[in-house]
């Protein structure tokens, strides 16, 4: 997906909510305001978002000293989120297991925390619904691959996760090392889970770069019958490559691009192969 002019403003809002979880030191942040702001005179109609949030990141890790800006935010936010899905009723068929991953999509850094109870007490309704299609590509597939989103969001996950490793060999892929608060290796040993599926480590960016991946990833990547991908960072990197029928994307249009990406309103939820 390609940027729009109003993507700039949210990728400032970003650098700058990510610069002040890194330091409180006012030097280091103006010389990452600095960075950032020659990183992101580059946006252009041609630019995917996630393209330039993927070079200020290591940039506010390096100058910040801070390997993990986000990690407080995201083990305040899983905390929360295990009170609010411990109320949910355990879903059994696939349309309930999407619903509830869908759910966890509303999890998101620019969300009050307070709001969230709210936010994940509301069922989705798919203005985008390709669940019976994606329940039909079930019947032959072999080889799973599941993307996941922020980190908070793996609880909502594992329904679905459990549901499809009935059906196949599941992958479930997270950063190898923290961006954002993108679910990483790390934070599921932190969070003490036990997932039913493998768990396949890929680059610490926003989205998901085949070309970035390890050779090893590259290959499950393209011989996958189905990668489910989670959350707006995947959708936005994905659907840049040709549209191959295996890709079941699962997330919240939390923004005007995105949402006129996809012929939706912003906060429509969309369930769609394509």
Do not use: W
């Not at 996958?224 to 989670?230: G, I, N, P, R, S």
């Amino acid at each position: 997906m390609k940027a729009e002019p109003e993507c700039l403003d949210c990728l400032r809002n970003l650098a700058r909510q990510t610069t002040e979880l890194a330091t409180s030191d006012p030097l280091v942040r103006s010389e990452i305001e600095r960075e950032v702001a020659k990183i992101l005179e580059r946006l252009s109609p041609e630019t995917v978002p996630t393209d330039l949030s993927n070079e200020f990141h290591p940039v506010i890790k390096k100058l910040s000293g801070n390997p993990d800006p986000y990690r407080a935010r995201k083990l305040r936010e899983v905390e929360m989120v295990k009170r609010t899905f411990s109320k949910i009723r355990p879903p059994g068929d696939l349309r309930r297991c999407v619903e509830v991953a869908a759910q966890g999509n509303a999890i998101d850094f620019f969300v009050d925390p307070e709001s969230l109870d709210r936010e994940l007490s509301v069922r989705p309704n798919f203005v985008i619904d390709d669940i019976a299609k994606l329940e039909r590509k079930l019947e032959g597939v072999r080889d799973i691959l599941y993307l996941a989103d922020n980190a908070a969001e793996v609880l909502f996950d594992l329904p679905l996760l459990t549901f499809l490793g009935r059906k196949a060999r599941v992958g479930y892929v997270v950063k190898e090392s923290p961006v954002q608060n993108d679910l990483a290796v790390e934070d599921i040993r932190l969070m003490g889970l036990r997932l039913p599926a493998e768990i396949i480590p890929s680059p610490a960016t926003v989205g998901f770069y085949p070309d970035r991946a390890s050779p090893q990833l590259r290959e499950r990547f393209a011989r996958a019958d189905l990668v489910v991908a989670k959350g707006m960072g995947n959708y936005e990197t994905l659907s840049e490559l040709p549209e191959s029928g295996k890709f079941f994307y699962i997330f919240r249009a939390k923004c005007g691009p995105v949402a006129r990406s996809l012929g939706v309103k912003v906060g429509d939820y969309a369930a769609m192969l394509r």
